[in-house]
């Protein structure tokens, strides 16, 4: 029992040190005189980045106002409420749930935090949108910012069973930012369960009849008026490209 | 590359987690959003068995809000409001002069209705009509279902259709 598991320990060294080894042979190449001489930003400039509480500065991004205006407090009918929304709203107005905005303020501050982050980080990010009324807005401004968008029919196992469909290795997004997530049919978009399958991490803007207990980073607002939407997409676009233009600065491209 | 596809077990970072610690997945393999996750972790854990949190839902009333019950049950047919323009409704001027009338008067000295019809009496002055809107609440239009159905019946009977009438030609 004792040997094989110095086997096990042996073999795993063994296999740390090639991987060593694979990682350290491309440099030597990299650094000769090639203008992509260095790809990712230093281990410990990243970490000094995570140390700050607000690195890229999206705390001034918006205002409770903004949200107001937008008309992010507008909730669904108290009959069609998820229960698991209730610590967000602040309360019924008629039979009409109100969101907290002060609440939506801090979550969404958190959100476009991690957004900036994983945009800096060079991760990929996706956007979901499953209402056609706004479905040509987040292509566009998922454009605008460089990234990708998914506002048409989930094919199920684009995530799940990706390599067989796509015929390839297929890299996955590194974060998904669903600005509903709920699907054309008032079920739960089926990409929140596979992101959770597949081990990646999620914001969603969460509406008073969605469920958010899947969501990473759940965002409670209205999802469905066309001028939130909008805001959203504006200040994750903001977000990312700030990330990404802080990227391009540690990398000196 | 090893990953859990079990959702409804712990949060993706808690299987990340778990790989790594079990050696299934290099600490340089790791996620990209991992490091990002164990920095702003987010403020409640993305389980797909968090319990339902016992909160009960609160209802928003404001003070105000009688007196547009009053207003609106005396007055039935008040037009449309637009909701982008920055003029205060029809509604929102009756509170106000509803409150000023009220604010003239000791604690309950003026009765409910005896404010009602000085406030509508402003309102009507204001607006350069002479009785828009009913003063006395025994004459305002009452509107029900059983009211609307009699009206109904009343003008029907009126009319007095017969169906062979109709058929003669």
Known sequence: MLNIRNFTILTEKICQNIRLLSAAVPQPSSTSNNPLASTEVSQTVKEDVLKHPDYFNVHNLFTVKDLFEARVHYGHREGSLDNKMLPYIYGSRLGYTIFDLDKTAEYLRHALNIAAHVAYRGGIILFFMRSPQNAHLVERYAKECGEFAHTRFWRGGIFTNAEKQFKAVTRLPDLCIFLNTLNTILTQHTAVRDSAKMGIATIGIVDSNCNPNLITYPVPGNDDTPIAIELYCKLFKEAILRGKAKRKEHLEL | ?169
């Open chain 2, 1 to 169: 590359m090893a990953g859990s596809r079990l959702e409804k077990i712990g949060t993706i970072y808690s299987r990340a987690s778990g790989l790594i610690q079990s050696k299934a997945l290099n600490w340089e393999d790791r996620p990209l959003w991992y490091d990002i996750y164990a920095a702003f972790p987010p403020k409640e854990e993305p389980r797909f068995d968090r319990p339902t949190p016992n909160i009960q839902l609160k209802q928003i009333f404001y003070q105000e809000d009688k007196i547009r019950a009053i207003f609106h049950r005396n007055n039935k047919k008040i037009g449309a409001v637009h909701l982008n323009s920055k003029a205060p409704s029809l509604t929102q001027r009756f509170i106000e002069t509803y409150t000023s009338v009220n604010q003239q008067y000791k604690d309950g000295e003026a009765s409910e209705e005896q404010l009602y019809k000085e406030a509508i009496d402003i309102l009507n002055r204001q607006r350069g009509v002479i009785t828009v809107l009913p003063a006395e609440i025994e004459d305002a239009e009452e509107v029900s279902l059983s009211g609307a159905f009699k009206e109904a019946q009343k003008k029907q009977e009126e009319q007095s259709i017969s169906i062979k009438d109709i058929f003669k030609d």
